[in-house]
């Protein structure tokens, strides 16, 4: 059974710029969450979907937005980078929110210059 | 902001031995997972445990939960060089009985197992 995907892997960008990332779940998965790691903040909650429906969003300025497919593939989309926004995005898919296990994806090194 | 604080930050042992780390955490939680990172990688799904379970096992790997004292621990024994990452563990808030898919993680334990 295939993990959890995301696209790209490596991502630079330029202040202003603006990016969006692609996560695809694990087959029959319906609950994507997006996790923000970087070495002072640690791993920070970005949001969460389930059913295409955003339903816990992280302390996260509205530059950063995201949705979710009805094949429950999940895109994140930030606008106008700012260096603070250099980190590694990881996607996470469980089959349903609560009590069950989380699966991480491999991230997108996303750098902004 | 982070729920969980593990401790210790860094542990350095020697292959063989046994690596015990722990995290606490502040609010009613419905579960806890522990993770797993290498080298800011995506993280590896170790185990999850639940808020009624006090105890779980997986190969090597040995998680108590004492949700009385708001803390859980990880032990892996018989530890490998391939053991060597960061580990965190990673809470699931009970609001009001339900999730809302928001993990909390801890700032992790980074483990060195020396051949």
């Known amino acids: 059974k295939a993990g959890v995907t995301q696209t790209p892997r490596y991502l630079i960008k330029t202040r202003g710029q603006q990016v969006t990332l692609s996560c695809s779940p694990i087959s029959g998965h319906r609950s994507v969450s997006w996790y923000q790691q970087t070495p002072g903040q640690g791993l920070q909650f970005l949001f969460e979907?389930?059913?295409?429906?955003?339903?816990n969003k992280g302390n996260f300025p509205g530059r950063f937005s995201g949705r979710q497919f009805s094949n429950s593939r999940s895109e994140m989309n930030v606008s106008t980078l700012e260096l603070g926004d250099s980190a590694l995005y990881l996607c996470?898919?469980?089959?349903?929110?609560?009590?069950?296990?989380?699966?991480f994806g491999q991230g997108t090194r996303l750098t902004v210059v | 902001s982070q729920q969980g604080e593990e401790d210790p930050q860094a542990l350095s042992i020697q292959e063989g031995e046994n690596a015990t780390m722990n995290c606490s955490y502040k609010?009613?939680?419905?579960?806890l997972q522990w993770y797993r990172q290498n080298s800011g990688r995506g993280l590896v799904h170790l185990i999850l445990i639940r808020s009624n379970e006090r105890e779980k096992h997986s190969g090597r790997l040995r998680v108590t939960l004492d949700t009385s004292k708001k803390s859980s621990s990880l032990l892996i024994t018989a530890s490998r060089a391939a053991d060597t990452a960061s580990y965190f563990c990673a809470t699931d808030e009970d609001a009001g009985g339900t999730s809302y898919g928001k993990l909390t993680f801890g700032q992790g334990t980074i483990l060195t197992v020396h051949p």
């Open positions: 609010t009613s939680i419905n579960n």
């Open positions: 979907y389930f059913s295409e429906t955003q339903r």
């Open positions: 996470a898919s469980s089959l349903s929110p609560g009590n069950t296990e989380a699966f």
